[in-house]
């Protein structure tokens, strides 16, 4: 799964989000989706780089959905079995952007991890993107990832886009404390947010 440079803006995100879900209306009647990966968090709002864009889905029939779906586009990856990260992955050209769907088959009841267990299921937000509805993965979600990859160039947009708009700040806690966050780093986290 090689990654392109960062080159999405909001604008760029939005008219290919809204080109997939065009072409895969009705193939996605009745999947379940969400929009992860830091293309969730630019829908949001936050300027972070985004070079692709991430679709998690239940099943791995949903991959080969979204899959036939798209079929006039170039595929990049057919949709297969990936033992290594326990994933169903396709992988899609869409006007020079790669889209990328996937299941995370981890069994978790966990609520705080952004691609499994109850997390992005339970912990989203519907947000418009032209005549659609993106059930985007919440930002509290994102964040947790992105302390946890170590990754400042994300974490602290969404910090500072957070200290604005606000968050569920006790999921950020319990989310920070149950990934094993040093201590530092969980206060750092809190102390910035809660300088709104």
Not at 50 to 69: H, K, N, P, Q, S
Not at 169 to 177: A, K, T
Request: hydrophobic share 40%; net charge negative; with cysteine.
């Amino acid at each position: 799964m090689a990654h392109s440079e960062p080159s999405l803006d909001q604008a760029r995100l939005r008219e290919t989000l809204i080109t997939v879900l065009d072409h895969a209306t009705p193939a996605r009647t009745h999947v379940e989706y969400r929009l992860v990966g830091t293309g969730a968090a630019l829908l949001h709002g936050v300027e972070v780089p985004t070079a692709d864009v991430d679709i998690l889905v239940r099943r791995r029939e949903d991959v080969d959905a979204f899959g036939a779906a798209l079929s006039s586009f170039r595929c990049l990856s057919a949709p297969a079995w990936l033992p290594e990260t326990r994933q169903y992955y396709g992988n899609y050209d869409v006007h020079g952007v790669e889209v990328e769907f996937s299941t995370v088959e981890i069994e978790s009841e966990a609520d705080i991890m952004e691609t499994f267990g109850r997390g992005p299921w339970d912990r989203f937000v519907p947000i418009p993107c032209g005549p659609h509805t993106v059930p985007t993965v919440a930002l509290e979600l994102r964040l947790i990832t992105e302390l946890f990859r170590d990754r400042p160039d994300r974490s602290q947009p969404i910090l500072r886009y957070m200290q604005v708009h606000g968050c569920d700040i006790d999921f950020v806690q319990r989310g920070m404390e149950a990934m094993g966050l040093a201590q530092d780093v969980r206060e750092d986290v809190l102390n910035q947010i809660e300088a709104s």
